[in-house]
């Protein structure tokens, strides 16, 4: 990716933004790039679940987030609770550098950031009950119908997620795309193994992501909802 946002925000942060893609490399090119991997760097491609207290070299409780963008929750959630290991998922690589430096330089080691599928992640890497937070804010909408089968969240990955998560954790979403929190709203809503805090529970929260940021200046709605993990039920 090479947009003229990213390429700014990546000199902003320091880092040398990639050539540009030769002409006639543009989207219809893109079944060529090799899909992102759900793998760590250092990892063999028969890795099982993924164990944190190797990845972050301590034990701590981890909370993920799928799909950071340029990491504005992510590098303000780790600063704030630096008890906690933050990890984070973004499949474009130019958005997950700019993190990895934003935190580096921010000497936030309990921060890691990889350039990673977060759909497949969550379906095969992660372990019963390994996740003590979950977050997903203003994930890619695809509105039309036949890319609906790109979105992140379907019954699939809401079992994985819950599977994943501590019982008494939280899964966070927030969206500004009514059909597709419907959606999601519905998909986690109908996990066995969540349930949807009620307004006065869940209390008042944002995200500060920069998604949320642009969507408040303009007065675009902005639907959140948030699920515990029920203590009952098998997180096996
Ligand atoms: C609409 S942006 C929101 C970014 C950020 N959460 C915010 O609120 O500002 C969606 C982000 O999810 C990333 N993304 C999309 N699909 C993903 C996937 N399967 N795994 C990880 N990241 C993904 C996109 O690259 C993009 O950065």
Same mark, same amino acid.
């Given at each position: 990716?090479?947009?003229p946002? =990213?390429r700014r925000a990546?000199r902003r942060a320091?880092?040398?933004?990639p050539? @540009?893609p *030769?002409r006639?490399?543009?989207?219809?090119?893109l079944g060529?790039i *090799?899909p992102? &991997? +759900?793998?760590?760097p250092?990892?063999? %491609?028969?890795?099982?679940? =993924?164990?944190?207290s190797a990845?972050?070299?301590?034990?701590?409780?981890? !909370?993920m !987030?799928? $799909?950071?963008?340029?990491?504005? /929750?992510?590098l303000?959630a780790a600063?704030?609770? @630096?008890?906690r290991?933050?990890f $984070?998922? !973004?499949?474009?690589?130019?958005?997950a550098?700019i993190v990895r430096? &934003?935190?580096e330089?921010?000497?936030l080691?309990?921060?890691r950031? !990889?350039?990673i599928?977060?759909r497949?992640?969550v379906?095969? @890497?992660?372990?019963?009950?390994?996740l003590a $937070?979950?977050h997903?804010? /203003? *994930?890619?909408p695809?509105? &039309?119908k036949r890319?609906?089968k790109?979105?992140l =969240?379907?019954?699939?990955?809401? %079992?994985?997620?819950a599977?994943?998560?501590? *019982?008494?954790?939280?899964l @966070?979403?927030a969206?500004?795309?009514?059909?597709?929190?419907?959606v999601?709203?519905?998909v986690?809503?109908? %996990?066995?193994l969540?349930?949807?805090? +009620?307004?006065?529970?869940?209390?008042d929260?944002s995200?500060?992501t920069s998604?949320?940021l642009k969507?408040?200046k303009?007065g675009?709605?902005?639907? &959140?909802? =948030? /699920?515990?993990?029920?203590?009952s $039920?098998?997180?096996?």
């Amino acid at each position: 990716m090479s947009r003229p946002s =990213v390429r700014r925000a990546l000199r902003r942060a320091g880092a040398e933004p990639p050539p @540009r893609p *030769p002409r006639g490399a543009g989207p219809r090119n893109l079944g060529r790039i *090799p899909p992102p &991997k +759900i793998f760590l760097p250092g990892e063999t %491609e028969d890795a099982g679940v =993924v164990n944190f207290s190797a990845v972050f070299g301590r034990v701590a409780p981890v !909370e993920m !987030e799928v $799909g950071v963008g340029k990491g504005r /929750f992510l590098l303000a959630a780790a600063a704030a609770h @630096r008890d906690r290991n933050w990890f $984070g998922l !973004e499949i474009e690589p130019e958005y997950a550098q700019i993190v990895r430096i &934003k935190a580096e330089r921010a000497g936030l080691s309990n921060l890691r950031i !990889e350039r990673i599928d977060g759909r497949a992640f969550v379906l095969r @890497r992660l372990s019963p009950g390994c996740l003590a $937070g979950l977050h997903v804010y /203003f *994930p890619d909408p695809w509105p &039309k119908k036949r890319h609906h089968k790109r979105r992140l =969240v379907d019954p699939a990955w809401a %079992e994985a997620a819950a599977h994943a998560l501590a *019982p008494a954790s939280l899964l @966070r979403v927030a969206s500004d795309h009514e059909e597709y929190f419907g959606v999601i709203d519905d998909v986690l809503s109908n %996990e066995p193994l969540l349930e949807k805090l +009620i307004p006065d529970e869940a209390g008042d929260w944002s995200t500060g992501t920069s998604y949320e940021l642009k969507f408040l200046k303009t007065g675009r709605p902005i639907y &959140k909802a =948030v /699920f515990r993990r029920r203590v009952s $039920g098998s997180a096996g």
